[in-house]
């Protein structure tokens, strides 16, 4: 069965790094997006991504924050300068479809930042 | 603006038992509302969702859902419980472009022998 990947599982850096996430969503899909969920706090969405343009963005996904869809396979979160409070699990998701199409999640990546 | 509740951030049942996860939600239209699961190191899973067809929906793992708009709910239910239900469920209400999903607080599942 197909599914989201996303590496690396877990990646540590230090404040005011650059960090990128990387996804690489189910390959027929077109829609994708990015959530995230700070340790103990509900899964929050970041941005979603159709046609290599931002589709929606929530209010944390700042300045700071890009996507890319860099090649017909990856679709990657870019945090230019980390911060401590960008700690948390990220989740990539793709979906055929939008509206009532279902989002299929990866299983995260652990950014922890010191 | 939507929003999902999710009452009880931790339920525990015996082995064999009824599982009922609560989900309340705010939303200004008409919504899709969703389950996952999430299992120990693993990503979210849909278990079942509701799109404005039959309001009692089955899932998968012998899971289903009732929308009820009355009472703006949609209740996990599962009529016996297995140890291996024992996870994170999430409960989802997505806006009607589909472009984000807004999750609950999360419940977590304790299945007792």
């Known amino acids: 069965e197909p599914e989201v990947t996303q590496t690396p599982s877990h990646q540590v850096t230090q404040m005011g790094q650059e960090v990128i996430l990387r996804c690489v969503p189910i390959s027929n899909h077109l829609y994708f997006y990015w959530y995230r969920q700070i340790l103990g706090q509900k899964v929050e969405f970041l941005v979603s991504f159709y046609n290599n343009e931002i589709s929606e963005k929530s209010e944390i996904f700042d300045d700071q924050f890009s996507v890319e869809r860099p090649d017909g396979s990856n679709f990657t979160l870019k945090i230019r300068s980390t911060k401590l409070e960008d700690s948390a699990m990220y989740f990539c998701?793709?979906?055929?479809?939008?509206?009532?199409?279902?989002?299929?999640f990866g299983p995260g990546t652990r950014l922890t930042v010191l | 603006a939507q929003s999902v509740t999710q009452l009880g951030s931790h339920v525990s049942v015996s082995e064999g038992a009824l599982v009922l996860l609560r989900c309340n939600y705010s939303s200004s239209v008409p919504p899709y509302l969703f389950w996952y699961v999430q299992y120990p190191n693993q990503g979210l899973q849909l278990l079942l969702k509701?799109?404005?067809?039959?309001?009692l929906v089955k899932g998968i793992n012998g899971f289903e859902a009732e929308f009820k708009k009355s009472e703006t709910s949609f209740h996990l239910t599962k009529p016996s419980a297995h140890m291996s239900d024992a996870a994170e469920y999430f409960c989802a209400v997505s806006d009607r472009s589909g472009n984000m999903l807004t999750f609950g607080g999360g419940t977590r599942l304790m299945v007792k022998p």
């Open positions: 509701y799109t404005s067809a039959a309001t």
């Open positions: 998701a793709s979906s055929r479809d939008t509206f009532t199409d279902t989002q299929y």
